[in-house]
């Protein structure tokens, strides 16, 4: 800004001489502005309009890019979640047209019975470290594809000429939902569990031969000898651990993921990912667990049996790959169930081996008769039971005293018995330490009927809030618990349920702190029935790790492609982030240069504007020179 001052001066006569007196001021204020901020009101030339319009187009590309990446990097944040969200939310019906879906059939032939269930999944996405997005089949009516028969197939170790109609009914049934253009590429696995080991070895070798022989003539599946086969409890366990850690979405690692583990992979190597789920099971025979183990752990050769308990896998396509490297602990304890630890204890009362003696102690004394029954912590108050053991009965009474029950239960952990390998947790079976302070655990089966069905406070497990409410329901008199049970008050519990739910809530409590030896104050432990409202399955986490290698098609093709001229790699190049930041800069480089050009078009050519000089040259007398002006003949036009 620049102020100038204007002056008007007359000469006035003083004593005789010529004085020059001031008549007039004008102040007045000047913006000056740079060239290019000058605004013209003349009707644009087609040059400037042509400019304008550069300008906003670049604008507008520039703004689209960075909200582009703003997007992108928004929903990177919530990839894992709307993925999992999307496979494991209500899903419509499996699309039996769309070519790009592969199916695979497991059959499950447990001890009373078999099921068959239909997996499927879209294309992979061609990334070595992603897993297939594998999900359970529904019909038309929105069922998941599944199918239950009875009994199990060990009924037909006499009668292994019957397989093939046993089977026939499992393999119609999913050959009709999978679309006949797809059998020949579907997979298809016979899994048998508890009931075919318990049958002697040329037995199991009958059954499994006369599935293997008539499979392949009546049904085009993707089968060879090494589909059918009786896995292992361990075996079993690894893939209820693979199933349940699947559907949480534990397998995909999300750098942005919170909760991540360091983990020692095979060599010398270490490497961070998310961390996985510990997974509690117990059923009315066994009780399970499984969790993965980050650290090495070295074996002696007096320590094989310690290393059975060890899995160590991968679920990756490329076995050089370590992203989905794991070891997994697994143990199963067959005869610490619900039902065998109950029948256990009572045999324990039997015998008179309970490790008190307390007025209640003797058996001589107590539970002969009715009227002089034996005093049991672990029945709701005033219950009356009787027992049966070599042809003599028990007679029982509650006493609902949930303290005492617990420690009438300790012995049945036989945490005596000499350890493989230090540590261990209870029998004598080796466990490694678990880092409690990073860790999940989910509890299934009994662990969630014995807080939810009855005492209903399913959901995160407290120590405290469990065995209060647990305390005061074996305190309640068994007329009353009955009532309420026939009032339907307990409605998601069966009479049995109810009768024996002080017992199983002290042997969930003690199997868990004092066999696994989880610290009382523990709160990362969830008990549940369901995963995302669905029922997970072992057969889940089998058909991921058995078709771990179909990816490796859709990686081949895809690093092919990888390697083509970068206008065959992408078939809309135009499109992508790289294309579009270099459109934006040459547009904003061609403004530019027009704009340039405009400017150099709108000066005036040199040496046709002549210096003005100021009022002061006019009133030097002739031979001054005013500072930085200089008498030029031909300066001013004549």
């Not at 007039?24 to 040059?47: A, D, E, N, Y």
Request: glycine content about 6%.
């Amino acid at each position: 800004m620049r102020m100038l001052v204007t002056e008007w001066w007359h000469l006035s006569s003083v004593n005789g001489y010529a004085v020059p007196e001031r008549t007039m001021l004008h102040l007045c204020f000047r913006m000056t502005f740079p060239t290019v901020w000058q605004i013209s009101v003349r009707k644009p030339s087609r040059q400037r309009r042509i400019a304008v319009l550069l300008i906003v187009v670049s604008l507008f590309l520039i703004f689209t890019y960075l909200a582009h990446e703003t997007l992108s990097q928004h929903h990177e944040k919530d990839a894992v979640f709307r993925e999992y969200a999307r496979k494991y939310e209500h899903i419509e019906v499996t699309n039996t047209d769309d070519e790009n879906l592969y199916y695979g059939i497991v059959i499950d032939m447990g001890s009373s019975g078999s099921r068959v269930f239909v997996y499927f999944w879209p294309q992979h996405t061609g990334k070595s470290n992603e897993l297939l997005h594998i999900q359970q089949m529904r019909d038309q009516e929105r069922n998941p594809v599944v199918k239950k028969i009875k009994p199990g197939i060990s009924s037909l170790a006499d009668f292994p000429e019957k397989v093939d109609g046993y089977v026939k009914n499992l393999l119609d049934y999913a050959a009709k939902h999978i679309p006949a253009s797809k059998h020949h590429e579907t997979p298809l696995y016979i899994l048998a569990t508890a009931g075919m080991r318990m049958l002697p070895q040329s037995k199991q070798d009958n059954l499994l031969g006369r599935l293997r022989e008539g499979v392949p003539q009546h049904y085009n599946f993707l089968f060879s000898d090494s589909s059918v086969e009786i896995i292992s409890g361990k075996q079993e366990g690894v893939y209820a651990w693979i199933g349940i850690n699947y559907v949480l979405g534990r397998f995909n690692h999300d750098e942005s993921d919170p909760y991540k583990v360091a983990i020692d992979i095979p060599g010398d190597g270490r490497l961070v990912r998310k961390r996985t789920v510990g997974v509690l099971d117990m059923g009315g025979g066994s009780a399970q667990i499984a969790f993965e183990v980050p650290q090495k752990i070295e074996f002696t050769n007096k320590e094989l049996l310690a290393k059975g308990h060890i899995a160590e896998f991968n679920l990756g396509c490329h076995q050089h790959e370590s992203d989905h490297v794991y070891r997994v602990y697994v143990t199963t304890f067959l005869g610490y169930g619900g039902n065998a630890a109950r029948h256990r204890y009572e045999k324990l009362l039997f015998n008179g081996t309970r490790g008190t003696e307390d007025s209640d102690s003797p058996l001589d004394r107590r539970g002969t008769s009715s009227a002089n029954p034996l005093l049991d912590p672990c029945l709701p108050k005033s219950l009356e039971d009787t027992i049966s053991f070599d042809k003599k009965d028990i007679f029982l009474k509650g006493s609902g005293d949930y303290d005492k029950c617990q420690d009438r239960l300790k012995p049945l952990l036989n945490l005596t018995v000499p350890c493989e390998k230090e540590p261990c947790s209870f029998n004598g079976i080796f466990q490694p330490s678990v880092r409690f302070n990073n860790s999940e655990f989910y509890g299934f089966s009994e662990y969630w009927y014995c807080m939810e069905d009855v005492l209903r406070i399913g959901g995160v497990y407290e120590y405290d809030q469990f065995r209060k409410a647990a305390k005061n329901y074996c305190a309640t008199r068994w007329s009353l618990l009955k009532e309420h049970y026939e009032k339907g008050l307990y409605s998601k519990a069966d009479e049995f349920r109810i009768k024996f739910q002080c017992f199983k809530s002290a042997w969930i409590t003690t199997v868990l702190h004092e066999g696994f030896k989880f610290p009382r104050d523990y709160k990362y432990l969830r008990t549940a029935s369901l995963i995302h409202d669905k029922e997970v399955q072992w057969t889940l986490g089998a058909i991921l790790h058995r078709t771990r290698f179909l990816p490796l098609r859709e990686i081949q093709q895809s690093s092919l492609q990888q390697n083509k001229p970068p206008w065959v790699k992408s078939p809309n190049p135009w499109l992508s982030n790289q294309y579009l930041l270099l459109l934006c800069f040459i547009i904003v480089g061609i403004f530019i240069f027009v704009y340039i050009r405009w400017l150099r078009s709108m000066s005036p050519q040199r040496g046709t504007l002549a210096r003005v000089p100021t009022m002061a040259y006019f009133m030097t007398e002739e031979g001054q020179v005013q500072d930085g002006v200089y008498e030029t003949k031909g300066l001013l036009p004549s």
